[in-house]
């Protein structure tokens, strides 16, 4: 049997950051405000970061990074303090502060490394805090092969653990609450399956029992819901419009818009921030489980449809506008 012989490269990680990004202010944090970059945090952390402002200032002090997570209703904002050495109290109080002087829900501290003690403080203000505040601490890290050019790596040292808040909420849930819950988190195992839904919505919320669930779509203008109503036994979808202007454009074009679906859309326009396109069909989730599948792939069929026209006139909008 002959022997193969593979030209391999060494993994090694570059130790000194700062061979890099020589100083944390002036460096680090605008190269980690680029949106490229902050995508990179962001697929770390299972989110989608959209930057808003960076240096912003709290009373004294002035928050690194402040970005966005989520759509419309469920926009939070994100709070990032960075620091180009081993983790320590001053950053701690830091970010704690920025987070709270700007109603963030989100916390991201990211550090060269985190000490032992750090890690157990933010696993106990994980545990601790409302199930809607989140402390991510990462450590971020610079990899090179051989005598390449080194490559960024961010690492997830301690996060929420979701399914234990949701373990922990679940005893003070009604019955009907608990149904919403149970329907959701089956939406999405079956929607995990659907490469083709996937291909539209490749990252799908956390659950929540709610009467709806939110797709991202990539915009600040519009997101897309998906309904239950277990009075009226009905579900549905809706486009939630966050701009007025875009709805407007969209009302001009009501006759073409969704024609791909075979759905007639009732529109909605109150005159509040948000505007809502939205179709319903029968579908009592109180009755037989059987038929929640039926309801899923309706769901995962119409959806995309609905992603990909608001899309395309949204494209036409910011086109009309230029």
Sequence with gaps: MSSQKFDLGKLEIVEDLRSVWSNEARHFTPWLA???????????????????????????????IVAETGEGEDTQIVVIENQLEDSNHDHLGKIITYASGLDAKVMV????????????????????????????????????????????????????NEWERKVKSMASLSATELLKLDFWDHFVKHAEKDASFLSVF???????????????????????????????KTIG???????????????????????????????????SHMQRIFVTRSGDIKGNKSNWPEFFAWYCELAPKVRQEAAHYHDLFVAQKA
């Design 237 to 271: 979808l809706d486009l939630a419009v966050w701009n007025k202007d875009f709805y407007n454009f969209l009302a001009q074009h009501r006759e073409e818009f969704l024609k791909s679906t075979g759905l007639v859309p009732v529109w909605h326009g109150d005159g």
């Design 34 to 64: 680029k949106q490229e970059n902050l995508d990179l945090l962001g697929e770390a952390l299972r989110m989608e970061l959209t930057v808003k402002k960076v240096e912003v200032s709290v009373g004294a002090f002035s928050a690194d």
């Design 109 to 160: 501290w990211v550090v060269a490394q985190a000490r032992s003690e750090h890690r157990q403080a933010v696993k106990w203000l994980n545990e601790n805090t409302k199930s809607d505040v989140s402390i991510f601490l990462v450590e971020v890290e610079l990899w090179k092969i051989d005598d390449s050019k080194p490559a960024p790596h961010f690492n997830v040292i301690e996060e929420p």
């Design 202 to 232: 490749p990252r799908l919320s956390d659950t929540r029992p709610a009467h709806s669930y939110t797709l991202r779509c990539g915009s600040s203008h519009y997101s897309i819901g998906l309904l239950i109503n277990t009075k009226d």
